[in-house]
């Protein structure tokens, strides 16, 4: 399975960025998949999850700004990120697995990752 991101860059706080990721190498329709960050000197983090079924879920600190969304047609998982702040800045990953991936969680035992998009929140 590979994971690619796109969408990273630099946004002045209150801005907006969509990061995609496209999914290839497989035909298995039901992964759960998941958005992490690695902010500077913090360890990885699930910022927000999609499950098969598109049941979603967030951290605090995200809820009412992000938003996880998939289209399975296109093999392609998105977060929207509205309202941006300069603690936002970080490395986005997406990941995916065959059980579930819990926000919040450190994803040590996901086997899919993408190698990661920059996202700058800077004035």
């Known amino acids: 399975v590979q994971l690619v991101e796109s969408g990273g860059g630099l946004v002045q706080p209150g801005g907006s960025l969509r990061l995609s990721c496209a999914r290839s190498?497989?035909?298995?329709?039901?992964?759960?998949m998941g958005w992490f960050r690695q902010r500077p000197g913090k360890e990885r983090k699930c910022v927000a999850a999609?499950?098969?079924?598109?049941?979603?879920s967030y951290i605090d600190s995200v809820k009412g700004r992000f938003t996880i969304s998939k289209d399975n047609a296109k093999n392609t998982l998105y977060l929207q990120m509205d309202s941006l702040k300069a603690e936002d800045t970080a490395i986005y990953y997406c990941?995916?697995?065959?059980?579930?991936?819990?926000?919040?969680?450190?994803?040590?035992?996901?086997?899919?990752w993408g190698r990661g998009t920059q996202v700058t929140v800077s004035s």
């Open positions: 190498g497989s035909t298995y329709s039901g992964y759960h």
């Open positions: 999609i499950q098969s079924d598109g049941t979603t």
């Open positions: 990941a995916a697995d065959i059980v579930s991936v819990d926000a919040g969680s450190f994803g040590l035992s996901i086997p899919y």
